[in-house]
């Protein structure tokens, strides 16, 4: 259960109910991460793919109300009836909605209305939360975890609309830190073989659907790397060619690459003096080569691989790694600032498996043996997104510390690139 | 103000300078119209033929500071010399610019910030008009009836946006007028015959290069509609299957009805009564049935005029029946505010060829006879626009008063239809 | 046959009857344009604009089928009752049809069939004509011109589907005739000034809806062209720089030129010496330096004109010009073979007006003063398209002889050029 | 022939070299499925996914030409130096190609120049094999299994083509079988459990190289359906709301069935009776209800499993299934004619595994542990797929007999579903 979870953090003794301070703590950092945003910032939809960060902030707290304050709360009256029209994802069952394609064009509510909305909400929720049954504590649990993801969401949204501003403005200002060291070269960590379990079994803690059941898998003789791949490396791969050579892609990933003219990862652009700089939450800075790529697609991260003699881990074989590590270690986000990827520490075996960046692994998002998707609209939460997609691993420097698990699996399609996603090789032994 | 200029243009012996007056009154219009506007609101682009409230504000300064400031005040220094490339529409002889339609991801500079350089740009004009050559003068002319259009896209490009918005929300708070009686059927009055003359020369104060050179045009015989059509007649077409008959529309026209779903003005939407509402810069009302019908694109102008057994008016016959009224009277823009077309009014002969609405005509926008575009960047300003589209004339109840002339020619193309756009019919005699 | 026609336009006192003739040439000559096609080639559709060769020979089929057969001669029973749906084009009132992008879908009915359905129609229209009621025999008569429009179609259609093919194969193997010396610089000659009368009357023979009705217009002074320009001349705009400028270009113009990558007209390629080949109906061959270009687009003519410092003829200006020349003259279509166009032959005074190349004129496809479209179906026939299109006189090299006249208006949209379409040079005086 | 080719694998003594009689039975095949079409039908290309029949013909002519041939026969000239750029499909390091979206302009070379082609490279192969080396037969065997996919290919792009002809026209006209009588419900088979082995190891005969290596799997415990889903149990789905209810769809599965206004598999159509025919390789016919249903993507099979409360199987849950039938049995493809799924034959036990419908499998198509592709231009066949699609098994009617394994791993997208392509039900025990 989560509230373990969050009460092993602080505190190994834990006398009271932690759920209300892990409500109160994931609510206050979204409005957080929207406090260097102006009311434009905060509206404006850089692409499809994006939300505005208002809407990240209105749909979090339409789940809360929705789910929680009029399902489970007598008397609870609709802050506006008209706003759960715009602010419904995707849930088919909570009826029809506003166009995932105009959720830009929504100047009103102001972002300060939905601030006050979400107040409102907070109180509502808080006052409820002692006397909530448990399914609909469970709901209060399942929805301070969606608004995590959102929190990522909004951080990778609001730096894809910034990097279409030619002004190249930074989101957060903060003084870089010294570059780091380069690391050491890959080095290849023998993995498990043999049967292992993976996946959850909804007894140690909050996890979503698609993250169970548990169940064995047969691991095959391979190896993983230490750390993800660099900038630096990913230099070496454009610098012999690897964007303009089909033989390393896919053959969806060569159209992809050739349609949309890519030569790089999202957000690098040529400095004047021949090298890169990339678009990040803090403006344009020249290329950290010691930091992990970040900004790739999937397609790139198997031509990569591909190029390096090397493959994409399983997700099998990302878990069974990722077990022995601390998921709440890592570079993950701790307050509303610049995240950014680092250097990996010096250090043996395997590093840098949670925060820094997303790892793209080998394996289709697909259900695992015996799911089952929950019954009713939050059921839509995972399984209906199960064709055409690949899964990522660790989290980011996005991720809200405490969100990610080892059995976590985010996923996205191979063309899609704005999230903060990297890569770490794999091969077979 | 515009009262005077046409005064100065007539009067010989100018004892005072209309422009700065003229210059103050047109910028502080601008300002004024994005009163009642969040930053968010000025920002958002709802298509990509409009352009956000703030581009207008920004883009119209950009002209002045270009056009009078950097080319005719030794040692101005620009405001922002990363902002041009912003702010530049489409003189490809000022270079490369911000993609039209990525307007809308230009969250900053913020709608203050634009404040400001309009701010800081009115100042150095008004300080070097005393002393500005009259080439530079005739481009502060120039930049005014620039923002004058501006000024009217402003509105229409804000009313796009929030009718996309699902609450509707009202641009301009205002009590509404009580309904006007209806008009008395459409009179025919006789047009001109032979050979008349239209168009500017040059002499009789400002125009855009594109009114002239003055010409003779041959009019045939024919009658013109004292008045625009209704929304009561345009009511009358709809339920008459004037959106579901082929034979009425022309190719093309039938071709957009059908793949856009067309079934009335834009912004009409079906009341729960089964009559129509419309949404309007005041918000979303009972359709007026007195009123002119607007925001209709030419196809529909035509498709109406086709079942009317009528036609619309060549730019010459409407010219020259335009040319007895006074274009500063007439229902055109006084103020920030809700404008909207109004009823007729009572009285005999011709009535309304000034505001209310655009008016289509069925005539090409091409060159007169002996045009020739200004030389350099404002040289762009209209010739270049002539293909594919019709012309408009009379200008509408959100055209600034003094702006529009009997030899104004405004265009779109024939499936646009987010102008305060309406018809008058016409016919052969 | 058409000079017979023409004949008997002119001679009240009729012996024959001119119109089995006409019929049976017209019939005849486009079965001989399809002689060199496999059934492969006259089924494939190269582009949404363009119809398959069999397609064209069907529909001019269908043509006389349903207008004169079915509802004018008793008894006659469809050939088969599923071809109307398939060989309709655009006539709504004959209801439903199969969509235009998909001509080229219908490998079924093959060539063969076709071919004799053209024979069974020809008969039972052959039979029929002596008793046929006037009303009749003008379908007929419309008929024949339809189809000779058809056989032009037909011709550019061909090869814009042969220019497909990596293999560049000819359609008619033709020994070419030896380069043309260069023509003289162009000349300008004075065109007539004050009203002038254009348009058909009706009474002078056969002619479209839209060439009438006659009626006085006003020309402005000008002076035009005494000959089209030619590929030499285009090459010198060429390598200006014509195609990179954009302040040579309507504004659409140079969008298209952007999107498209246009560097040349259409079907040119660059040669391995740096020369141009262009590709034609008799294979590719250097261009002929000495002969007119052709295969441009509105745009490419206007942007011609402007870097020329000249512009375009108004239709007018085309007509009044063309009035002193036989329609019957100069390089148009005789008999199936590789129509093309040639060098301006040594003379004085205006040439080439008819044959060679369509002329793109400045004037937008527009109803004459007066214009109805005829009632019914045949009332489709051209006022549909008065929208968006610009007009081209004159004929071309594929036009078969006696189709055209002084008064015929073709029309295509400005971005269209897999026509034989050329451009003439007008100026202002 | 296969047969033979599958006891050569079983038995060590070779008396005779099958090779030759396998290609000359492949390559005739392929001639005979072309021999009711014309040079039109053969050349017409019914959409992007499709390729025309001639194609297909020529670009297996055009395998053997450049691998064996070229690469391997000395001195042996191309036929046509010009043709391998028409008829490479998708090997980049063969060098540049002709549009696929394109393949249905060449309408030359014709059918009949194809033909004779393929007939002097046949010889050329034949007269080659007695004296090829061990590595150019692997890529006779090579090309004879990818001609067996294309003949597969081309009979669904066929009917991909004729399905567009209003006229729907018969590919083969033979008479139909009586309907058969509705099998009896499905009956679970449970499955293997534990760890199995699959896939291919290269030994027992040809293989693709995505097929291998041959691994083990771990097996959860499962049921299998004895039999794909029928027509009649499909129309059950589709009466009861089916396509209608957002809940039993996959995200992108719902949004490819509004967009695409999907209500039944391809190419079925209502009857004027209410009830449903389909379009098959035999014409426009009733619907069997006892058949296979077939022509369905993933996402339909999805939607439906879930709404039958079941799931599909993976692939090593069907290819440990197959594991004990013979792929040479079933409803397989022998000679050109109008392949057809047949109703399940009484029976206990599994069935129909092999032939009649493709069964899509629940696996996305992906590498198996230990995959590496071959070296060179054959290296490009299958690995570079691996993105976006699913795993389709056991071959269909059209499938040649001897061309499909347990092991075999068709691929598509989950659009997709021109093939053969049914479904199996699987379900967690």
């Known amino acids: 259960m989560p509230e373990k979870m969050m009460a092993t953090r602080r505190d190994a003794a834990v006398l009271c109910d932690p759920l209300p301070a892990f409500f109160r703590q994931v609510r206050t950092l979204s409005a957080a991460l929207v406090a260097s945003l102006s ?44 706003w759960p029209f715009l602010f419904n994802s995707y849930y088919e069952a909570e009826g029809e909605r506003h166009a995932r394609a105009r959720r830009g064009m929504l100047t009103r509510p102001a972002l300060d209305e939905v601030l006050e909305w979400r107040a409102h909400v907070d109180a509502a929720v808080e006052a409820a939360l002692p006397g909530l049954s448990a399914e609909a504590r469970a709901l209060v649990t399942l929805g301070c975890h969606h608004e995590q993801q959102h929190q990522e969401l909004l951080q990778t949204d609001i730096l894809a ?25 890959i080095r290849w960590i023998e993995g498990m073989r043999g049967i292992v379990e993976i996946g959850e079994n909804g007894a140690d803690g909050f996890a979503f659907d698609c993250e169970g059941p548990r169940h064995p898998v047969l691991l095959h ?11 630096s490396e990913w230099i070496a791969f454009i610098d012999d060619g690897g964007y303009r050579r089909p033989d390393h892609w896919l053959s969806d990933g ?41 900004h790739i697609s999937y ?3 198997e031509a990569f691989a591909r190029w390096a003699g090397a493959r994409l881990p399983t997700e099998a074989e990302w878990e069974s790694a990722a077990r022995c590590f601390d998921p709440e270690g890592g570079n993950l986000l701790d307050r509303a600032g610049p995240a950014r990827p680092c250097a990996s520490p010096a250090g ?21 043996p015996g799911f089952r998707p929950a019954a009713g609209a939050v059921g839509e939460y995972n399984g ?12 980011s420097c996005a991720t809200p510390r405490g969100h990610v698990r080892a059995s976590y ?15 770490r090789l794999a091969k077979d032994l």
């Open 348 to 368: 043996e075996g395997v590093g840098q498996m949670f925060g820094d960046v997303w790892e793209w692994t080998g394996s289709a998002y697909l259900p695992y």
């Open 299 to 301: 397609y790139e991260a």
């Open 39 to 82: 009311d434009a910032d905060a509206t404006v939809q850089a692409m499809d793919d994006a939300s505005p960060a208002k809407w990240h902030l209105a749909h979090t707290t339409w789940f809360f109300e929705t789910f929680v304050l009029r399902d489970h709360v007598p008397g609870y009256a609709l802050y506006d009836e008209r």
């Open 161 to 185: 609309l910034f990097a279409l501003n030619p002004l190249a403005p930074a989101i957060w200002a903060e003084p870089r830190t010294p570059p780091a060291p380069a690391p050491a070269p």
């Open 409 to 423: 699996r985010n996923f996205f399609y191979p063309h899609q690139r704005w999230q903060f996603a990297g890569v």
């Open 221 to 231: 003789p391979h190896a993983i790397a230490d750390r993800p791949v660099t900038n």
């Open 254 to 294: 060569w159209t992809w690459v050739k349609a949309n003219a890519v030569e790089a990862p999202l957000y690098w652009r040529r400095a004047a003096d021949g090298g890169w700089n990339a678009f990040a939450l803090d403006g344009l800075h020249a290329v950290r080569p010691a930091a992990p790529v970040t």
């Open 384 to 395: 209906k997104f199960m064709s055409g997609q690949f899964v990522l691993r660790g989290g």
